[in-house]
């Protein structure tokens, strides 16, 4: 069977180049990843500004170009998907509006609605509320508000679905590829109810693995963002998962 490629896509405001350990894991397996550029918040890149915008629609596009470059480059290998966080979100639109790819791989992945965090759904309603003032006012997100640098119309598509429940894209149909789902243990940013809802939204259940990450390595953790750091139990799961859908 031949060793896949991985596609991530990152967390909100996180650089490309904070996975390279995640990569190196993936790399003991012989597994190629692709660290999808973080726009805006790559060290040479232009960030967000009144004149500088993207969407969703375009951070999924790009992944789709990435797909595509890693097929013609190796096509007799699989491709996958990896969202992470806001990442998982884009990962999924991807698979919706695009030539899919083989199989897609979330983790801290959520439908953002305020009413899915409990005590604190309020504080994220009121980020949900904010982040549109502060893009109308600037043209784009400033710092400190939440995700800042950000573009004005993604952001504004996220602060959305945060007040609403309701993708900034159509949900034409269940994703149709292998997916394996990872919980991160304690995670307050993607509850699991949120994940729930992420994956009653856009997940087919019969092609849907889940798997809660709870047993970190000496020094690592379960954090929405840390555990990146010491991955390699994260992906050993994710190894044994495409082996046993590949079966």
């Given at each position: ?120 759904g309020a504080g994220v309603l009121t980020l949900g509320l904010s982040v549109p003032i502060a ?52 995670d307050t940013f993607a509850t699991v109810e949120a994940t729930d809802h992420y994956v009653k ?47």
């Amino acid at each position: 069977m031949s060793k896949p490629i991985v596609i991530v896509s990152a967390a909100m405001s996180v650089p490309s180049a904070f996975y390279r350990t995640l990569a190196g894991a993936f790399a003991e397996h012989d597994w190629d990843t692709h660290l999808q550029p973080t726009r805006g918040y790559e060290k040479d890149g232009a960030i967000a500004s009144r004149r500088n915008d993207w969407s969703y629609a375009s951070e999924a596009a790009a992944i789709a170009t990435s797909v595509a470059a890693a097929r013609a480059e190796n096509p007799d290998r699989p491709v996958i998907v990896m969202g992470h966080s806001l990442g998982g979100q884009l990962a999924v639109m991807h698979q919706l509006h695009h030539e899919p790819a083989d199989g897609l791989i979330a983790i801290g992945a959520s439908v953002p609605h305020f009413r899915h965090y409990g005590r604190i759904g309020a504080g994220v309603l009121t980020l949900g509320l904010s982040v549109p003032i502060a893009a109308r006012v600037f043209g784009y997100v400033p710092k400190p508000f939440f995700g800042g640098p950000g573009a004005r119309t993604m952001m504004r598509e996220w602060a959305g679905f945060v007040r609403s429940g309701k993708p900034p894209f159509a949900v034409p149909h269940p994703v149709p590829s292998p997916t394996l789902v990872i919980d991160l243990k304690g995670d307050t940013f993607a509850t699991v109810e949120a994940t729930d809802h992420y994956v009653k939204k856009f997940l087919d259940a019969d092609h849907t693995s889940r798997w809660t990450y709870d047993t970190p390595p000496d020094g690592g953790n379960t954090h929405h963002i840390w555990w990146a750091k010491t991955p390699a139990p994260v992906v050993e799961h994710i190894v044994d998962w495409w082996a046993s859908t590949n079966n």
